[in-house]
């Protein structure tokens, strides 16, 4: 029988693994499945808010811009808080574009 090596330990030292304290816990699966689930629906009513509010703002370029402007700068805010950034931006861009044209317009046209 072999002897076992032991010059490489130092005396009183042992030869234990620590690889469980490191590593991170991993969450219950069914706790997990519940944070996916509240994910897929938040993105789902940003993306319909998003796209209620693009609605709105192309539609305030032809018609009631000051009101339907401001109204899809609103509802574009609350797109970007439901983490539809883009579709919420884009609302606020056209809705903001209708809003300051409609106002501006008019000194242009009387500037002249």
Not at 36 to 64: N, P, Q, W
Not at 70 to 78: A, Q
């Amino acid at each position: 029988m072999p002897k076992k090596r032991t010059h490489h330990l130092k005396s009183g030292e042992k030869q234990e693994e620590y690889a469980v304290e490191i590593t991170p816990q991993r969450l219950p699966i069914r706790r997990r499945r519940k944070e996916i689930h509240k994910e897929e629906d938040r993105t789902d009513i940003g993306t319909i808010v998003g796209y209620i509010a693009l609605f709105i703002s192309l539609f305030s370029i032809a018609f009631y811009p000051i009101t339907f402007g401001s109204l899809s700068i609103l509802i574009g805010l609350l797109a970007v808080r439901y983490e539809a950034k883009t579709l919420g931006y884009t609302a606020i861009g056209f809705g903001g574009f209708s809003l300051l044209f409609s106002l501006l317009y008019p000194l242009f046209l009387s500037a002249f």
